[in-house]
């Protein structure tokens, strides 16, 4: 990030001469720190064989399998039989 841009923020923000010293401290430490995703393809959502059986044992409910970002690796919905089923009971 600029140091222009940095400037802006603390004028906008009305930060103090320490204040601003701070937000670019912090601006310079999360630089260092900055990493780059690593690429979410095909490989990432890849759903371990155990949970997939399960997955696939479950016919009568709703199911999501979800990683650590909420992505969703695999789903399938309540199947229709048995949603119609439920309504005529």
Do not use: C
């Not at 990493?35 to 997955?55: D, I, S, T, Y």
Request: aromatic share 2%; net charge negative; hydrophobic share 45%.
């Amino acid at each position: 990030m600029s140091e222009e841009v940095l400037q802006s923020i603390a004028k906008t923000l009305q930060l103090d001469e320490v204040e601003t010293a701070h937000l670019f401290d912090l601006v310079r430490a999360g630089a260092g720190n900055a990493r780059k995703k690593p690429a979410r393809g095909r490989a990432a959502r890849q759903v371990p064989e155990n949970v997939q059986a399960l997955m696939d044992a479950m016919i009568i409910a709703p199911a999501i399998v979800q990683d650590g970002h909420l992505d969703i690796g695999l789903a399938h919905h309540l199947p229709r039989r048995a949603a119609d089923s439920s309504a005529t009971s």
